[in-house]
């Protein structure tokens, strides 16, 4: 969304649902979904990050520890959203509002617009926090802000306040930038129905996704000792429902028979072991291993047929994960830039899982969508395109390297693997086999998975032999 109207006339108020009076001040839900806000504003800070350990830290209970999710990530993902809104509720710049009353506004129209909390309670649980932080001179402006911000419900203030062309209409219908809701539209080749069901699988709550080490464990007795089913799609795959608790506390999990890990990455991964190569099959490289999610199912996979990884992670701090997650496994794990790592080639598999913009994982990370900046595109398909051309003189000629991000952006997809086939003269395989069971793969020759449609990050993967 990137205009800001003017405010709107008066309307009737929306009709909400009964529920509970003015909660008191002190209210540790709230509390921990604005200090999670606070610190995604002023401190660049990851709310998937910072919300968990609030949590854990003030033992919030079950109902509290729900509800302060709910308020934490469902503020940092309509964000953009919200803050049109306010700009039509206020009677200046929403720049010279003060940033911790502004959080604590973005909370409180959050509680109005897309919540169930009915309004009353909403602005009062709001204005008392502004009170216990700021103190009484602003609350009578975050009152009369709220209240404007409650004589309309989200559509209503859609209708007024969403741009008129197709994309710019979805983009603010699904609180997404524009130009997220454009490389969408872009890759999916529409502006319809099915653009809008891509955006709103960014608000979903997503599954939690396990994947078992191979050698060690099956999907299936994963499934039984977690509670999970296995996954629809890979071998090694279990999804539970959201809200299960933390994934890294399950037995198998800490115990490093399992991991967490999107079952579109798992997918990724496999593609690149099941294509046929002649010759030796032992000598593996991840070229881009951090934080090690597919570098362990990677060695698990090449060590039980007696080969070995090498695993290349440029961020020290980075690599100890990758060593961690690889322990007892044949990875040896190399701090270096993919670009120059130093290493021998004739690798037979080379996987580039390259640094990218993340839009295919908006619904893990609340504020991503807000915080990603098209200028971040250029850089980054630059840097995309340096590590496919030196996976590809590290691969030996008849290997295979899959190029893969977590992004739908064509110029980071189609874009990146058309310019390094120009420049190498390497041989784009049809991904499309190397996906068993998984519908709806399009037109290919690579593959593009879609939460909406396979219930994974959407992924992008690129099969290319040397």
Known sequence: MNRRPARPPRSHPPRRSSGPARPPVDDPARRAALDTIRAVRADDAYANLVLPKLLRERRLSTRDAALATELAYGTCRAWGLLDEVLAACVDRPLSKVEPPLLDALRLGAYQLLRTRI?????????????????????????????????????????????????????????????????????????????????????????????????????????????????????????????????????????????????????????????????????????????????????GALVGINGGTLDAVEQAPHRARLVEQSTAGMPVTVHVADGRDCGLEPGFDRVLVDAPCTGLGALRRRPEARWRRQPSDVGDLTKLQRELFTAALELVRPGGVVAYVVCSPHLAETEGVVSDVLRKTGATQLDAREFFPGVPDLGAGPAVQLWPHRHGTDAMFCALVRR
Not at 225 to 238: E, F, I, Q
Not at 254 to 277: F, H, I, M, W, Y
Request: with cysteine; aromatic share 4%; glycine share 10%.
């Open 118 to 298: 009915p309004a009353h309670a909403a602005v009062a649980a709001t204005v008392d926090l502004v009170r216990a932080d700021l103190g009484s001179r602003v609350t009578g402006f975050a009152n009369a802000v709220l209240r404007r911000v409650a004589e309309n419900d989200e559509d209503a203030w859609l209708d007024r306040l969403a741009p008129d062309d197709p994309i710019g209409n979805i983009a603010a219908r699904t609180a997404h930038p524009h130009w997220i809701a454009r490389a969408f539209a872009d890759a999916l080749g529409t502006t319809g129905e099915e653009l809008a069901a891509a955006l709103r699988a960014d608000d979903e709550r997503p599954a939690v996704h396990l994947v078992a080490r191979p050698g060690e464990l099956s999907a299936e007795e994963l499934a039984a000792l977690t509670g999970g089913d296995p996954a629809p799609y890979s071998p090694y795959g279990v999804r539970m429902e959201a809200g299960a608790g933390d994934p890294g506390d399950l037995p198998p999990v800490r115990e490093n028979l399992a991991g967490v890990q999107d079952e579109g990455s798992q997918l990724c991964a496999l593609a690149l072991t099941r294509v046929p190569v002649d010759g030796p099959d032992e000598r593996w490289l991840d070229l881009c291993a951090g934080p090690g999610g597919k570098a362990a199912l990677l």
